[in-house]
């Protein structure tokens, strides 16, 4: 049976993992959907990316899918925090860079703690803090002059954007955590209903804000944009929250958003290689700055937590093993002392006769 857990562990490390790469690669892959026809239609390409999953979802899934009251529930809130998160991102993404996009985004590791702190009541601890303030160091460097002749003078406002739609996606994570670890619903249920319901969404938000710039289509490059939509809905959506599902019910959220996060570094990468933004001293100090905190907030209370874990039982072991001692030292002098009074006794009996 552990051996079986661990196997699913590992799974789900890499899966994630998978997801991680997809997803920083992916912003590279919005941004030139947006580049090549999509720039007015940010929700409609949301609509077409989710649409498309949502159907490949409910093909692949639709034994397996069980609708109860809590798996409806836990869906319906679930797609809409993604709805959220993914209108911000993809609409800031229009003013900023996929590098800075990508670090921004990334910042739901910051969140994670303090929405779980609110749901589950655990209290920030002092490296929590900490990272926060470097965090939010990071991002002010990451601020600091941001320009590019391709996005224009926006830059500022597209992160602040993005920054916000990262509060969806941590709110995400803790909310899905909930359902699956009490049982409240499968994986395979909440990946269909959130999919669909933010597919529902980004269709009627498409059609209320969007509606007057269809016009636009016909300017899409479309031998260019097919097989990115086919990647970022295939890949980037259908599976990647399975993938991410599926890793919860596995991974505790701090886990799930310290792999997740690290899309951003992948994204900043991809970027600077394709071209599409300079290597600049923002991006690499704000960047490690933002890292940095990654690692005071989720790796090093792991760390001392383990060792910690380990120094106790230690102890225990030290005083487990010293309890046996005296016990068996307690019960050979009290043997001894049963013995000499058990000869005298002889001995006496022995006078008598």
Avoid at 31 to 38: A, M, R, T
Avoid at 129 to 135: C, N
Avoid at 175 to 185: E, F, G, M, Q, V
Wanted: aromatic fraction near 10%.
């Amino acid at each position: 049976m552990a051996n079986k857990e661990r196997q699913q562990h590992i799974l789900a490390l890499v899966m994630l993992s998978f997801t991680a790469l997809v997803w920083g690669v992916g912003f590279l892959f919005s941004d030139l959907l947006l580049q090549n026809g999509f720039n007015d239609l940010p929700i409609t390409l949301n609509a077409l990316r989710f649409s498309v999953a949502a159907v490949i979802v409910a093909i692949i899934f639709c034994r397996k899918v069980k609708l109860t009251k809590n798996t409806i529930l836990y869906g319906v809130v679930g797609g809409a925090m993604l709805f959220g998160g993914f209108a911000l991102q993809l609409v800031g993404l229009k003013y900023t860079t996929p590098a800075s996009c990508g670090f921004f985004t990334a910042s739901y590791v910051l969140y994670v703690p303090f929405i779980a702190w609110i749901f589950l009541k655990k209290r920030p601890s002092l490296l929590v803090v900490l990272g926060v303030i470097v965090a939010l160091a990071g991002l002010a460097i990451l601020n600091i002059n941001v320009e590019s002749p391709a996005k224009g003078d926006n830059v500022v406002l597209g992160n602040m954007l993005t920054l916000g739609g990262s509060l969806f996606f941590a709110a995400q994570i803790v909310w899905i955590d909930s359902a699956l670890k009490n049982n409240r619903a499968d994986s395979s249920s909440l990946t269909v209903v959130q999919i669909v319901v933010c597919a529902l969404l980004f269709i009627v938000s498409s059609l209320t804000f969007e509606s007057g710039n269809y016009a636009d289509f016909q300017t899409v490059q479309w031998e260019k944009c097919w097989w990115l939509l086919a990647i970022v809905s295939l890949l980037g959506t259908a599976f990647a929250y399975f993938s991410q599902t599926f890793a919860q019910s596995k991974l505790s959220p701090t886990e799930t958003s310290i792999i997740i996060g690290c899309e951003s570094p992948i994204g900043a990468v991809c970027s600077v290689i394709a071209g599409r933004e300079a290597l600049t001293w923002q991006i690499c100090v704000g960047g490690l700055f933002v890292l940095a905190a990654v690692v005071l907030i989720e790796i090093l209370p792991t760390v001392i937590n383990k060792r910690q874990a380990v120094s106790e039982n230690t102890q225990s072991d030290v005083q487990e093993n010293y309890s046996a001692t005296q016990t068996k030292e307690n019960f050979t002098a009290e043997s001894a002392t049963q013995y000499k009074v058990k000869k005298r006794k002889t001995n006496k009996n022995k006078g008598s006769m």
